[in-house]
């Protein structure tokens, strides 16, 4: 059984203040750490404290940071929230990554190996940092090399919708273009969650003519930024913002869909940069939420996963920065249905893109998503 | 939000008459907190409302746009199709898996005579009753839709309105997206004309063999007729030859017997061509000297060479073997042929004629002939279709410089047949250089050939003096040549004109053999020969008494018949002591 305590502040003085009064009243002794912060905070500062307490951390810069318990409900835009665990220290090791010059893909093997090296069964939740990152790059790379089934959740680091930069860290340092990761002992740790979307594609099927990795240059051989402008009717200044909101949905040949949001554009190239790859050929269209109504999907799926896992000790939710802008205050609504049914602290993000593994498929990513994981020690 | 907006002015109106405002002061401030969330809620849902209504009306509309732009795109398609079946000029159905129409184009409605309406759903017998191959077309459609293999070029007969069409249709099978067989699409087009024309074609072909017989008749007959004063001509200065002549009279007998060989083998070659063109041509094996060759041909063409003032050399190597077997007139003919062409596309400078031994192996001797010129040369262009029969470098050459066109082709056919190979090398302006290689057998010592080539009779008296031959002959030129060879050969002959008279004499005297012509008054050679074996059977103790065939008629088949009726050996005419001395060895004498 996992315990853990949780704060929130809105500046530095705010988190100095809580962090020693909640360490002090605290009845477990603090191992693992989590923290999502916005970038206008002094994420350096805040890490130096970790650090002195010797306390393992787990952090990136985020979108809005979230915190349902039993003296929170909070959604916030501009601040941080942390949470103290009591993990049992044999049963995880944290490690960053700094990417350096190596492909999505070769980082993802890289993460991979390490994973595969901590336990002989694995599971790993991952924090990116990096606009330029494709994250489903990420996600094969680490299942070429810790295999196809490996159990992984996480998300890509956000700064307040401002695409320029973005960061992870851990209680060591702090990166803008690197990753910070837990390994679980899975024999030790559940380690489990679901990811669910609901948005719905809208329009006539275009195929992607030109692109590399996650750099779409042409669909049906017009320049890419140029057909989403037109087809969205919107203006330079509109994208990407827009583009996450109204994501590429990739139908896949097997049936399945994928998201793909827009995370920059380049008007030179005339071209779009997507938080994941959209393979050259690919069939895709416009795709938006169906409306309010998608609380509804959320609430039967988590139903659907209650079913199979009932029992819980603590929830990280990555969720799309998107889905916030899309439901607004409705947000709140699908994260209080997780905390409220499993009676268990609920703390995230809103991402650049979500990593997640629903039960009986292999791990994915996505965009859109409400990406919960669940963990409990045995 | 109504409901807690009424609730709020009950309140209001409440506190208006309560006594303590406080205690509803807090219910109140609940109610509106409540009511701004509500409305905050309202004003995000409206806002993202407006927004999704902005994307999607445009989404719609580009959308619709492409819709109309494909639809558009699918119809001109449509139409593209649509002109190309109508103006197609072939019959363009498609069938359904129980062979019912569901689409023609225009052609064929015009075809058959039928507007759309009546064709579709129907099948070909409702369509086209006339149709004389039903059953056979039927059979290939069924088999289309069974294998799904497509057919090509199916011709059948159709009649209509009482004339007789020939149609071609090509039969592919239509497939769904599944792969599955759904019917069948057929293309048909009228191949009367092409048909007509071929059929004009096969005529023209017939007729033309048979002028292709008929040329080959008239060369036969043609060379009887010139064979027999020829066989006068040499026959006569070969017994001039042996009188007393002045040197210059003998040399003056000696160009006119080589003159004519030559133009008998001239006249031979004309009948070798049609002998090469059906692929059947004979070798004689008999030894002979080059230099015999050698002289043979300066001797017929150095009159030619002087009038032109030309060099005109023969350039054996001096390893060259003097004797060879083989066939003597045919590599003299090649020689001659490409000698006689040099001088006569030469001008002024050279002609001559190198031999070289390029070795010996298995019982031959391998030479090469190259004929060089200093004459007009040939275009490169020209080199390749020189060896093609009746093609001289420029049509208009023949008339200059005469020929028929025939020689090389003749010459490299004969070359092959000795093993060789025949080529040139040449530059216009700056001479030619013919080359030929050939393949001979070396000499068998001693043959019969060698004691006659010596020609003096003194020397052949091999043969017993009292050996009578019959000759049955009726041409008075022939019959002096014919007992001139035999008495040199030292027999004695008596003669028969005609082959009544060789039955008559036959019946009383023995004969060590009989040279029976085959063209003769009064019986002919073959009827001669029948009735001679006949008698030999009835006359018991007649042995079998040897028979050759006298001939000048050379064609293919000649000998065959000759064999028919039973005579045992053959010799075309002109024969010379040689020939005929061979034959003997080989068939008459062995034993």
Redesign the interface.
């Known amino acids: 059984m996992i315990q853990s305590k949780s704060f929130a502040a809105k500046n530095y003085p705010e988190f100095v203040m809580r962090f020693e009064k909640v360490l002090k009243d605290l009845s477990f002794e603090p191992t693992l750490a989590f923290a999502f912060v916005s970038v206008n905070l002094p994420i350096k500062d805040i890490i130096s404290h970790f650090n002195e307490k010797d306390i393992k951390l787990f952090g990136a810069s985020s979108c809005g940071e979230l915190l349902f318990d039993d003296s929170h409900e909070l959604i916030s835009e501009d601040g941080a929230i942390f949470t103290f665990t009591n993990c049992n220290p044999k049963y995880f090791k944290s490690k960053v990554f700094n990417r350096e010059k190596l492909s999505s893909f070769e980082f993802g093997a890289t993460i991979g190996d390490y994973c595969r090296e901590a336990y002989s069964n694995p599971s790993l939740i991952v924090a990116a940092s990096g606009l330029s990152l494709d994250g489903q790059a990420l996600v094969e790379g680490v299942q070429a090399s810790a295999g196809k089934n490996t159990t992984m959740f996480g998300g890509l680091a956000g700064d307040n919708s401002k695409f320029e930069q973005t960061f992870t860290f851990d209680e060591n340092g702090i990166s803008d273009h690197g990753a910070v990761t837990i390994v679980f002992d899975a024999d030790h740790m559940t380690v489990t969650g679901l990811a669910t979307s609901g948005w719905i594609g809208l329009g006539a099927d275009l195929k992607v003519t030109k692109s590399v990795g996650n750099i779409v240059y042409e669909v049906d051989e017009k320049p890419a930024l140029e057909v989403y402008k037109k087809y969205l009717s919107v203006n330079d200044e509109d994208l990407p913002a827009i583009g996450i909101e109204y994501p590429l949905m990739i139908k896949r040949d097997d049936g399945s869909h994928a998201l793909r949001a827009v995370l920059g554009i380049d008007k030179e190239k005339d071209s779009l940069l997507f938080a994941g790859s959209v393979p050259q050929g690919s069939t895709v269209t416009f795709s938006s939420s169906p409306g309010f109504d998608v609380v509804e999907t959320t609430k039967n799926d988590l139903e659907n996963f209650y079913e199979t896992q009932a029992e819980a000790d603590l929830f990280i939710l990555f969720s799309c920065m998107a889905r916030h802008l899309a439901l607004g205050p409705l947000i709140a609504q699908e994260i209080k249905l997780a905390a409220d049914r499993w009676k268990t602290p609920v703390l995230g993000f809103f991402t650049y893109g979500e990593i997640g593994t629903n039960k009986g498929t292999s791990c994915d990513f996505y965009n859109q998503t409400f990406t919960l994981l669940l963990l409990k020690e045995h | 939000m109504i409901k807690t907006i009424d609730e709020i002015i009950q309140l209001l109106d409440a506190s208006l008459t309560a006594e303590d405002f406080t205690e509803n002061k807090a219910l109140l401030r609940s109610m509106l907190t409540q009511l701004r969330?509500e409305s905050?809620?309202i004003d995000?849902?409206s806002e993202?409302m407006l927004?999704?209504k902005?994307?999607?009306n445009?989404?719609?509309?580009?959308?619709s746009e492409?819709?109309h732009l494909a639809l558009k795109e699918l119809q001109l398609r449509a139409d593209e199709l649509n002109t190309l079946l109508s103006t197609i000029p072939a019959l363009v159905y498609f069938k359904d898996r129980e062979l019912r129409y569901q689409l023609v184009n225009d052609a064929y409605m015009e075809f058959v005579e039928k507007p759309m309406k009546e064709i579709i759903g129907k099948q070909m017998e409702d369509i086209i009753p006339e149709h004389n191959e039903k059953e056979k077309y039927g059979h290939y459609e069924k088999l289309v839709l069974l294998k799904g293999e497509p057919i090509y070029n199916l011709e059948e007969k159709v009649t209509k309105n009482g004339e007789q069409l020939w149609i071609a249709s090509n039969l592919a099978a239509v497939k769904n997206d599944q792969g599955e067989i759904i019917g069948l699409v057929g293309i048909s087009w009228d191949i009367t004309q092409a048909r007509t024309y071929q059929n004009q074609l096969e005529t023209a072909k017939d007729q033309a063999e048979e002028g292709t017989r008929a040329k080959s008749e008239f060369l036969a007959n043609m060379s009887h007729e010139i064979r027999t004063p020829l066989n006068g001509i040499i026959g006569m200065s070969h017994i001039l030859s042996n009188t007393e002549l002045t040197e210059k009279q003998q040399e003056f007998v000696h160009i006119l017997i080589s003159s004519g060989d030559t133009l008998l083998s001239l006249i031979n070659d004309i009948l070798d061509f049609s002998k090469i063109e059906a692929g059947k041509i004979d070798f004689e094996e008999k030894d002979f000297e080059l230099n015999t060759i050698i002289k043979d041909v300066y001797n017929v063409l150095s009159l030619k060479a002087e009038e032109k003032s030309l060099l005109f050399s023969f350039e054996p190597d001096n390893k060259i073997p003097q004797r060879f077997n083989g066939d003597e007139y045919r590599l003299k003919q090649v020689i001659l042929n490409l000698t006689n062409n040099a001088i006569k596309f030469t001008d002024q400078g050279f002609v001559k004629v190198m031999i070289n031994h390029l070795g010996s192996s298995k019982g031959y001797h391998e030479l090469k002939f190259t004929v060089k010129d200093s004459g007009i040369g040939i275009p490169k262009d020209r080199l390749d279709q020189l060896f093609n029969a009746f093609t001289q470098v420029d049509a208009s050459m023949t008339k200059a410089y005469g020929g028929t066109g025939l020689g090389l082709t003749i010459s490299k056919k004969l070359v092959g047949m000795m093993e060789g190979k025949m080529g040139v090398e040449s530059k216009l302006g700056q001479g030619s250089s013919f080359w030929f290689t050939v393949k001979l057998k070396y000499p068998e010592n001693k043959t019969s050939a060698d004691i006659i080539e010596t020609e003096n009779p003194s020397q052949q008296s091999m043969l017993d003096e009292n050996l009578v031959v019959l000759l049955a002959e009726d041409n008075l030129v022939n019959q002096k040549i014919a007992s001139y060879n035999l008495k040199q050969l030292g027999y004695r002959v008596e003669i028969a004109n005609n082959g009544q008279e060789a039955i008559e004499k036959f019946k009383e005297n023995e004969y060590n053999f009989i040279l029976m012509d085959i063209q003769m008054p009064v019986m002919n050679g073959h009827d001669a020969t029948k009735e001679i074996r006949r008698l030999e059977e009835e006359m018991a103790g007649r042995k079998h008494t040897p028979i050759i065939a006298l001939t000048a008629n050379a064609m293919r088949g000649d000998m065959e018949r000759c064999f028919a009726v039973g005579m045992d050996a053959y010799l075309s005419k002109p024969f010379k002591s040689a020939d005929l001395m061979n034959v003997l060895k080989e068939y008459i004498i062995t034993d």
Do not use: A, G, I, P
């Open positions: 969330n905050q809620l995000f849902k993202k927004k999704d902005h994307v999607l445009s989404l719609l509309k580009k959308t492409d819709l």
